[in-house]
Nanobody
Framework: QVQLVESGGGLVQPGGSLRLSCAASGFTRSSYYLSWVRQAPGKGLEWVSSIDLDNSNTYYLDSVKGRFTISLDNAKNTLYLQMNSLKSEDTAVYHC??????????????WGQGTQVTVSS
């Protein structure tokens, strides 16, 4: 049974940092993408970042390039999103998901319950 469990969200001031974690289990395929997506209140799903597990290539939404870093610890089966220089517009529920680049839930095979990130002074 595939499980993705996120943690690490919270309240942070503008300019601050957070690191999100996603514990992954139950995957049987070795070739796939893992992604972070987010959904702000009253808005649609927004793709944030993906990592290709075949070659470790990473991809980012333009508005987070240079501020966010996606990484994977294979030994711990854990996906991370390091978020620096956070802005109020980064406020959202962040989910990890299997798949990449999609802007609707149907484009992802699995996703976690999400962790709330609130950027506010």
């Amino acid at each position: 049974q595939v499980q993705l469990v996120e943690s690490g969200g919270g309240l942070v001031q503008p300019g601050g940092s957070l690191r999100l974690s996603c514990a992954a289990s139950g995957f049987t395929r070795s070739s796939y993408y893992l992604s972070w997506v987010r959904q702000a209140p009253g808005k649609g799903l927004e793709w944030v970042s993906s990592i290709d597990l075949d070659n470790s290539n990473t991809y980012y939404l333009d508005s987070v390039k240079g501020r966010f870093t996606i990484s994977l610890d294979n030994a711990k089966n854990t996906l991370y999103l390091q978020m620096n220089s956070l802005k109020s517009e980064d406020t959202a529920v962040y989910h990890c998901a299997q798949g990449a680049f999609g802007t609707t839930w149907s484009e992802y095979s699995y996703w976690g319950q999400g962790t709330q990130v609130t950027v506010s002074s």
